[in-house]
């Protein structure tokens, strides 16, 4: 099956200019995550979409950040205007849960975001 | 919130030696994934353990559930430099919905 889908794989951009990420899931994924990972920490979780509802955005700063997923299956993510703290790497993840297994996350390859 | 840390941040090991990688959550978990980041790649899921003290093992490497389910443990047999990566663990947030918070990550170097 195809993996999870992203890009660009890189952007460089100026602070305060704006951009956009873009996700497509493995199909029939309900779950799809974003996160931000900084180099040399562990990712964290910007928002959680279920479906096309948001079921956890507490950690997206929503004043710059805005994320949607329209028609429950790709989604976008968006900061404007960026700052030079935004450098990371942002990653999609999308999951199912198996019966007897619980969930896993498959990861995309990730967009490397650097503000200058 | 909920915490989860990991020891050590760093290990360098000969080729051949043994490596473990130690995690530690604050609060008690329904279970626990690992999942291996190569450098300059994604995570990759391992697997995930859901019983009290369970343990499975995947060729050379060996995962462990603590009794008390708050902590678990990643063993890797005579390394090799394919094993090379940070090793994440991630435990499930009380709030359902299939969220998981992951660790702070071991970078493991193994040295030819």
């Known amino acids: 099956e195809a993996g999870v889908a992203q890009s660009p794989r890189y952007k460089i951009i100026e602070k305060r200019q704006s951009v956009a990420f873009w996700c497509n899931p493995i199909?029939?994924?309900?779950?799809l995550y974003w996160y931000q990972q900084i180099l040399g920490q562990g990712p964290k979780l910007l928002i959680q979409?279920?479906?096309?509802?948001?079921?956890?955005d507490s950690q997206l700063p929503k004043d710059r950040f805005s994320a949607e997923r329209l028609k429950g299956v790709d989604s976008t993510l968006k900061i404007q205007p960026a700052k030079l703290e935004d450098s990371a790497v942002y990653l999609c993840?999308?999951?199912?849960?198996?019966?007897?297994?619980?969930?896993?996350?498959?990861f995309g390859p990730g967009t490397r975001l650097t503000v200058t | 919130g909920q915490q989860v840390m990991q020891i050590p941040q760093y290990q360098h090991v000969q080729e051949g030696e043994d490596f473990t990688t130690y995690c530690n959550s604050s609060?008690?978990?329904?279970?626990i994934q690992w999942y291996k980041q190569r450098p300059g790649g994604h995570p990759v899921f391992l697997i995930q353990?859901?019983?009290?003290?369970e343990v499975k093992k995947q060729k050379r490497l060996t995962f462990q559930f603590g009794e008390a389910k708050k902590n678990s443990s990643l063993h890797i047999t005579a390394t090799q430099t394919t094993d090379v990566g940070t090793y994440f663990c991630?435990?499930?947030?009380?709030?359902?919905?299939?969220?998981?918070?992951f660790g702070t990550g071991t970078k493991l170097q193994v040295i030819p």
């Open positions: 993840a999308s999951s199912y849960r198996t019966p007897g297994r619980g969930v896993e996350q498959y």
């Open positions: 199909s029939g994924h309900a779950t």
């Open positions: 979409f279920q479906n096309n509802g948001v079921v956890d």
């Open positions: 609060t008690t978990l329904s279970n």
């Open positions: 353990l859901v019983k009290s003290g």
């Open positions: 991630a435990g499930p947030n009380s709030g359902g919905y299939q969220k998981v918070t």
